[in-house]
């Protein structure tokens, strides 16, 4: 007999709304994670950017569906997480930038996403005080947003409690039974659990759990610094994204959360490679130089605290998640690249109808993007 019908290991942007979904079909679910509560792993390294503003089909159906779940979060729960509907802007300054996203606005609508590019003074109104010099334009989603990263993880796990969810926190996962070529539970370091179902949402040690099943998957981790400032007057609200790159890095992005503290975050080129989340003296230099050429009100306003978190990523920048071909009964939903945050809540109910067998139209084509054994190609254009 099986103690639970599935077992989540990890408790973070993707392992909580997974449990809170299938807890809504009825399934009796567990989660174990190491940390002593809900999304204390690199989902609190988030910035809390949410986003269907991307290139590939599968991120934006999913992500449309996350934007519904966290907008409407309060009305439905009654938690405030912090939701603020700012939208996500991409400004350009040079031809190749708007090349590229022109190139991709045909897709992004016949998903169904919300965007357009824009001549430079409605850029000018949703970002005030962005440098006017050679100010092409730039594509604006409204409907994108942000949201507290911590406060949904909580948000997510108390929903999760009223659905009669197991959760196991301070309990490291150390090996996945295999029993005749199926998942059959897992070894903690205090226990033994059981479920014909094993979910690796580990994010960044998913390939060290999957290997202990005596299978692999491709997940290497990268180090993204970030960083927050004191709470100024409110003066925009969008993510803006500056794709131009820089040296040592490729594009940076930032926005001004509902406290008034502007949030930021740099893309390294090249990347780093590894779990170091020791902060640099690079960081801040670099970012920081970038962010006041583009918005030059930015200039005196003061850093608080910076951070260095983990992206899990997988070869083309993509998760991967389904079943794995090696061993019956282990799921995984892993790789978020750094988008987990945004992609959890769609995925979370996605992944709960594949492990239920009672996928839609859309879930198939998304399914068939974040295959762990497709055939990987080059980087996502918005990545």
């Excluded at 190139?103 to 965007?115: M, V």
């Excluded at 390294?268 to 230099?285: A, R």
Aim: aromatic share 8%.
């Amino acid at each position: 007999m099986s103690e639970k019908d599935v077992i989540i290991v990890g408790a973070g942007s993707v392992g909580l709304p997974l449990a809170m979904s299938l807890g809504e079909m009825g399934y009796n679910v567990k989660v174990i994670d190491a940390k002593a509560s809900p999304g204390q792993g690199e989902n609190k390294h988030a910035i809390g950017g949410i986003r269907a503003t991307h290139s590939d089909p599968a991120k934006i159906l999913t992500c449309l569906r996350s934007l519904e779940i966290f907008s409407t979060w309060e009305e439905k729960h009654g938690d405030d997480i912090e939701w603020l509907k700012g939208g996500y802007t991409f400004p350009v300054y040079r031809d190749i930038e708007e090349k590229a996203l022109k190139s991709i606005l045909p897709i992004q609508k016949e998903f169904g996403l919300n965007i357009d590019f824009v001549g430079p003074k409605k850029i000018q109104e949703v970002v005030p005080g962005i440098n006017p010099e050679e100010l092409m334009g730039g594509t604006f989603s409204p409907n994108d947003g942000s949201a507290s990263p911590l406060i949904s993880a909580n948000a997510f796990f108390r929903y999760g409690l009223s659905l009669d969810v197991d959760y196991h926190f301070r309990e490291k996962v150390t090996s996945i039974i295999v029993e005749n070529g199926k998942a059959a539970g897992v070894n903690t370091e205090t226990d033994t659990y059981f479920a014909p179902v094993i979910v690796d949402a580990a994010g960044g040690s998913s390939r060290e759990l999957v290997k202990t099943a005596g299978t692999d998957i491709q997940v290497v981790t990268d180090s993204h610094e970030g960083a927050i400032t004191e709470p100024v007057k409110q003066f925009f609200s969008t993510m803006v994204v500056d794709l131009r790159p820089g040296p040592g890095s490729k594009n940076y992005y930032f926005y001004q959360n509902r406290h008034g503290q502007i949030i930021f975050c740099i893309t390294p080129d090249p990347p780093s490679i590894g779990t170091d989340k020791n902060e640099t003296s690079i960081f801040l230099p670099r970012v920081a130089r970038r962010m006041v050429d583009l918005l030059p009100k930015l200039k005196n306003i003061r850093v608080r605290r910076v951070w260095r978190g983990l992206y899990p990523m997988s070869p083309d920048g993509s998760p991967l998640v389904g079943w794995n071909k090696d061993v019956e009964g282990l799921f995984h939903m892993s790789g978020m690249c750094g988008q987990g945050y945004m992609l959890g809540p769609g995925l979370g109910e996605v992944g709960a109808r594949l492990i239920a067998e009672n996928t839609t139209e859309n879930d198939k084509l998304i399914l068939e993007g974040f295959d762990p054994y497709r055939k990987f190609g080059g980087m996502e254009a918005l990545k």
